[in-house]
């Protein structure tokens, strides 16, 4: 994308001409710099979500993340990091990564996931719930069984929490990008603008930091 045509998304997705330096959002309103860089995969350029279900905020920028990472170049690779310190939350890091062990956790799955917190209005806050829940979606119930209990869910579980605390993201959705910034549809937001319009603007932001990455730039 050129240069004028990537200022032209940006605006196009709710950055004002006024906030942008050169066509380029601003570190410190639509983006932040992490404290210390996170390692990545090697040779690619790593964006991480970090979200949990039960967030309606997560739920109305997932399908656009979604259809978003499916376009993304070969250079670039992408993962969900589930979050959440409360307790129905710890047992929705567990559902989520019970389904990606088991290969499970297919885009169906995944939406499916959101339609039943927020269109169904499911609860889930027991593991009989969520294994009853899973089981609407079509996933085997007692491989779920096996894998929600198991130590490689546990190391993922922490090992996600971690990332979490070391990226400074509070708040969710946020995305990381190379390890070295944060962002989001809350940053740099204007009053009364809708969430599709929040998340096209961090989508275009995370377009922006990923050429900052890949061209080896620190700003």
């Known amino acids: 994308m050129k ?37 990545g995969p ?25 259809a978003w990472a499916h376009k993304l170049p070969a250079d670039v690779s992408f993962r969900r ?9 710890k047992l929705h890091q567990r559902m989520y990564y019970a389904l990606e062990a088991m290969g499970a956790l297919t885009p169906a799955v995944h939406g499916g996931l959101f339609n039943a917190f927020h269109r169904v209005g499911a609860e889930a806050n027991d593991e009989a719930a969520v294994i009853t829940l899973v089981g609407r979606l079509g996933v085997d119930t007692v491989k779920f069984k096996q894998a929600l209990g198991s130590f490689g869910v546990q ?16 708040t969710v959705p946020a995305l990381v990008v190379g390890g070295r910034w944060r962002t989001g549809p809350g940053m740099g937001g204007t009053p009364g603008q809708s969430e599709a319009a929040q998340g096209q603007q961090a989508l275009a932001i995370a377009d922006f930091l990923i050429k900052q990455a890949r061209g080896g730039k620190n700003s």
């Not at 949990?52 to 979604?66: G, T, V």
């Open 155 to 170: 190391t993922k579980m922490a090992q996600g929490q971690r990332l979490a605390e070391q990226s400074g993201a509070d």
């Open 3 to 39: 240069r004028r045509d990537a200022a032209a998304a940006l605006i196009a997705a709710g950055i004002s001409p006024a906030a942008l330096a050169q066509g380029s959002p601003v570190e410190g309103r639509h983006y932040a710099r992490l404290a210390q860089a996170l390692p």
């Open 42 to 66: 090697a040779g690619k350029i790593e964006i991480i979500e970090f979200f949990f279900y039960r967030c309606p905020h997560c739920a109305a920028f997932d399908p656009l993340l979604e």
């Open 81 to 89: 990091v589930p979050v959440g310190q409360q307790a129905v939350l």
